[in-house]
């Protein structure tokens, strides 16, 4: 464990005294201001990244009040999960935020596979193993509050992202299904999905050359504000900005050949010059 020992005592002493929360992906970007929005809020925290700079994030949300816990873990293999879920010591779930994922660009015939299975595997195959584990006793327990970051991309052919826009689309509609599945429960699933936010994706993604990775971007905090709230409320979706809706309606209007030829102007290497 990266944070002191004594923090264990404390989540274990008072775990019945605060709504307890876990954060996925919450060392950088939506992840992180996710966190702080559960922070604020009242929640314990176990955040987890598969980066060092998730201990980092922890000591700063420890500025807030109440208990956070952090950890290094690839969230990509159910190993990863599993070293996470041995981190809540069977205590009750309140709010399972899963926001882990990985972005990938340029043509995919031009990219390692390996890339290509990472993506897959934190994106969908991580995920949802995830939430397989927490939602069933959150079921059984009947109640508790899901929010599964998707995107705008999920309803987007990817042209240049091609493997993360599948990705976000399998989330995208696995959120809206495993809703239905639960609304007999007071479980709540939500899908919050942003647009182009200004985080490290980009950079992570080797997209910096691409007109979308050049143009100014919608603030993390902004994002994770409405989908944290949007997960309170129990709404099964929150697309973030008026400009992000309009892409969404066009893309359910025109031909999907047209709108992978739109997202080709945003996200080939070399349009960075056309922002």
Not at 4 to 20: E, G, I, K, L, V
Not at 53 to 71: D, H, S, T
Not at 135 to 161: D, K
Not at 166 to 194: H, I, N, Q, W
Request: net charge negative; aromatic share 6%.
């Amino acid at each position: 464990m990266s944070n002191p020992s004594q923090a264990t005592d404390a989540m274990d002493a008072n775990r019945s005294a605060r709504p307890f929360a876990i954060v996925t992906g919450a060392s950088t970007g939506i992840g992180l201001e996710l966190a702080k929005q559960c922070a604020a809020h009242g929640f314990d925290l176990l955040i987890a990244a598969d980066e060092p700079a998730i201990e980092e994030a922890g000591r700063m949300l420890q500025g807030y009040a109440g208990i956070v816990e952090w950890l290094v873990a690839d969230l990509s293999a159910p190993e990863g999960v599993d070293k996470l879920l041995e981190r809540v010591r069977n205590r009750p779930v309140d709010a399972l935020l899963a926001n882990a994922g990985r972005g990938l660009g340029r043509a995919f015939l031009d990219q390692d596979f390996a890339d290509i299975r990472h993506v897959v595997d934190t994106n969908i195959i991580g995920t949802l193993y995830l939430i397989h584990r927490v939602a069933r006793e959150m079921r059984n327990r009947g109640r508790g509050r899901i929010l599964i970051t998707g995107s705008i991309a999920g309803f987007m052919p990817g042209t240049y992202q091609a493997v993360y826009n599948g990705t976000k689309s399998f989330l995208d509609m696995f959120s809206y299904a495993l809703r239905a599945e639960l609304a007999e429960c007071d479980v709540s699933v939500t899908c919050l999905m942003p647009g182009a936010t200004e985080t490290e994706f980009f950079e992570r993604a080797d997209m910096m050359d691409t007109k979308v990775g050049a143009e100014k971007k919608t603030d993390p905090a902004e994002v994770a504000e409405m989908g944290f709230r949007a997960m309170m409320e129990g709404e099964g979706g929150v697309i973030v900005g008026w400009q992000n809706k309009l892409q969404v309606a066009i893309a359910k209007l025109i031909p999907q050949s047209a709108v992978a030829r739109i997202h080709e102007r945003q996200a080939a290497p070399g349009t960075a010059k056309n922002a």
